[in-house]
């Protein structure tokens, strides 16, 4: 893979998995300002639309879902570094001169903690696929690509088979 078809791998997974941070705090902000509205927040998402989709086994689930418990607990803190980072830099730019370097750094930071999230939800990924049969590898990545808006097509970034 070249590095310029790397660069444009590494754009898209950032802009999934900013997409994923901000479909999580809109889920949050919802359950904190609906209180009747938990139970059903609850159910939704503590049963895995994957797990349906996938056909997974009960022993699969037995595998993936510890997995998944801690993969969501790690993404979790670093999406929450991420949004103190945010904060500070919008905070920034409101003043009337803004500090550039400042800037610059909360930018770097902000960038080094999407690249945690990105490696771990690639090493999360890929420890996942072993689970799967070929056939729920296929839907699985079908979905993620679904997801993306790709229309399940393989991403090539131009390099094509």
């Given at each position: 893979?070249?590095?310029?078809?790397?660069?444009?791998?590494l754009l898209i997974c950032s802009l999934l998995f900013n997409l994923v941070i901000i479909?999580?705090?809109l889920a949050h902000a919802v359950q904190n300002r609906l209180p009747d509205k938990i139970v059903l927040f609850h159910s939704l998402f503590n049963s895995?639309?994957?797990?349906k989709t996938l056909q997974l086994t009960a022993n699969q689930w037995d595998s993936v879902k510890p997995r998944l418990d801690v993969f969501h607990s790690s993404a979790l803190q670093i999406c929450g570094r991420v949004q103190i980072k945010r904060a500070a830099l919008v905070n920034e730019l409101e003043k009337p001169?803004?500090?550039?370097?400042?800037?610059?750094?909360?930018?770097?930071?902000?960038?080094?903690e999407q690249q945690k999230l990105q490696e771990l939800s690639i090493k999360h990924l890929l420890e996942e696929k072993k689970t799967l049969?070929?056939?729920q590898r296929n839907r699985f990545f079908a979905e993620i690509r679904k997801n993306m808006g790709c229309n399940s097509r393989p991403v090539t970034f131009g390099l094509e088979k």
């Open positions: 893979m070249t590095r310029k078809a790397f660069s444009g791998f479909g999580m705090w895995c639309p994957l797990q001169h803004p500090d550039t370097a400042v800037l610059k750094n909360l930018g770097l930071e902000i960038l080094a049969s070929p056939e």
